[in-house]
């Protein structure tokens, strides 16, 4: 059983820093790993992706700003965020594609809300 555990939101100052963490648990072989956000009142989007080879993909929106990393030899994945806009309010799921062979299959986490506001 695959399971997500976010943590770092939290309330941020515009142009502050934010660090966000998904550690992932249970027997699995990973294609990517990574993160989404939702806006309230619109759908879930991209925000960085990174698989297994460390090809990552970021949306335009936060592509100078933030950054994705994967701690070596674990199913940890950050997400750093920084020169924070309040557009960037939202609550932000981890990700977590299975490789095709074993499956396919996405899980999500619980989600962490992250505020950007004076």
């Known amino acids: 059983q695959v399971q997500l555990v976010e943590s770092g939101g939290g309330l941020v100052q515009p142009g502050g820093s934010l660090r966000l963490s998904c550690a992932a648990s249970g027997t699995m072989f990973i294609n990517s790993l990574g993160w989404y956000r939702q806006l309230p009142g619109k759908e879930r989007e991209l925000v960085a992706m990174m698989n297994t080879g460390g090809s990552t993909n970021y949306a335009d929106s936060v592509k100078d700003r933030f950054t994705i990393s994967r701690q070596n030899g674990k199913n940890t994945v950050y997400l750093q965020m920084a020169r924070l806009k309040p557009d960037d309010t939202a609550v932000y799921y981890c990700?977590?594609?299975?490789?095709?062979?074993?499956?396919?299959?996405?899980?999500w986490g619980q989600g962490t809300q992250v505020t950007v506001s004076s």
């Open positions: 990700r977590l594609d299975l490789a095709p062979w074993s499956g396919g299959r996405t899980y």
